[in-house]
């Protein structure tokens, strides 16, 4: 079985577009526990997800919602990068950089809409549809190896339904075809885009799952001053590549995700991170921009995480929970990296508490506004 069949699976209609909210089973656990750690327990051969076309991306019902990909490039006025003290960082973001103005780079997003929402214009284009229009930014999970994916488009039409909002979907670049900065680079290159749209960044909130919300983080503190959101959600995030911390052994059993040492290529961190050309593999892993839990956290935005106590990440989100003492920090007892997204009873605690976050943090930057 195929990589991409496996996502797909996971991201059918019947789990992600609010028809099929089934209960997880324990048969289906144990199911997606015994695929995932047979999967991603070494892709040191993984050549990459096979391309897809627009006949791979699902016929959404027209009474369900729409989507749109379209291209984009990076603003001209997007400055060159100041890598937080990180040169080897900052050489590898910054040629990304002149390679963007050259023309060089290509770039896709996707735009999202349930049609529940009301009808204002263009509710698949790349401009704000009002003055104060909010947005999601959401950046898909995947193990940096697998972003916006064919089967994806129903998880974000049922995100713009539980929001009343439309979703905005970087379609990052991924390993290991591209290999770190670049899906940073494509972050940030996407949310200076929607800003030179006319998108208020008080009026935008980004969403990361996973590897997604370590890519997004790295993102906003590359963007931190220049452009300052209203928020950020991060939701069982990978926040250390070096695996440091228990949690990676001591919930093994029950979460989907294997421990694989950092210093194997085989490792998911070993296929972000790419060629070190001699240098400590597991030193650069550590670095802030690549595992965020070790990075400066001043310049964030408001931050709200969320994950599971039987997560292997459970210990790198307490740890980064305790350095912001002004996130919200939501733990699910006997959720793990797959029972997150799964079942109409844990859907619906995500969905509440992430409504609640992102009406709360748009809500009180427009009130600031107005002073």
């Known amino acids: 079985m195929r990589i991409s069949d496996i996502v797909d699976s996971f991201s059918s209609p019947a789990m992600m577009s609010g028809v099929g909210d089934a209960e997880v089973t324990d048969e289906e656990r144990a199911m997606a526990r015994a695929v995932s750690h047979g999967l991603f327990g070494d892709i040191s051969g993984h050549q990459g997800f096979p391309p897809t076309g627009p006949s791979d991306e699902p016929a959404i019902p027209p009474d369900v919602g729409s989507y749109c990909i379209f291209d984009y490039a990076m603003p001209a006025t ?48 790349d401009r704000p549809l009002s003055e104060d229009e909010r947005i999601v930014v959401y950046l898909p999970g995947g193990a940096f190896i697998g972003g916006d994916t064919p089967g994806s488009k129903w998880m974000y039409i049922r995100m713009s339904m539980e929001l009343g909002l439309r979703v905005f979907t970087p379609r990052y670049h991924v390993a290991p075809a591209f290999r770190y900065p670049r899906p940073v680079h494509d972050v940030c290159t996407a949310i200076a885009f929607l800003v030179a749209c006319g998108f208020r960044p008080q009026n935008i909130v980004v969403v990361g799952a996973s590897a997604g919300a370590n890519i997004g983080l790295s993102a906003l503190r590359l963007l931190a001053g220049s452009i300052d959101v209203a928020g950020c959600v991060v939701v069982e995030p990978c926040l250390d590549l070096t695996l440091s911390l228990d949690s990676w052994q001591r919930n093994q059993e029950v979460c989907v995700l294997p ?8 490792s998911i961190s070993r296929m972000y991170l790419g060629p070190v050309d001699g240098m400590d593999a597991v030193e650069l892993l ?19 995480i969320q994950v599971g106590m039987d997560d292997v ?28 997204f799964r079942g109409r009873t844990q859907l619906g605690r995500f969905y509440g508490n992430l409504l609640n976050f992102v009406t709360r943090v748009t809500s009180k930057r427009v009130v600031d506004d107005n002073k």
């Open 286 to 304: 550590g670095r802030p921009l690549l595992s965020p839990l070790f990075a400066d956290v001043g310049g964030l935005p408001p931050m709200q």
């Open 259 to 266: 421990y694989v040492s950092p210093t194997h290529p085989g």
């Open 78 to 125: 997007q400055p060159p990068y100041q890598a937080l003290g990180d040169d080897y960082s900052l050489k590898l973001l910054n040629a990304l950089h002149s390679e963007d103005l050259a023309g060089q780079c290509e770039h896709s997003m996707v735009v999202s809409v349930s049609a529940t929402l009301p009808s204002k214009g263009d509710m698949v284009g």
């Open 313 to 340: 990440l459970y210990d790198e989100c307490v740890a980064f929970a305790k350095r912001i003492p002004t996130a919200e920090f939501i733990i699910y007892p006997g959720i793990n990296h797959y029972t997150m």
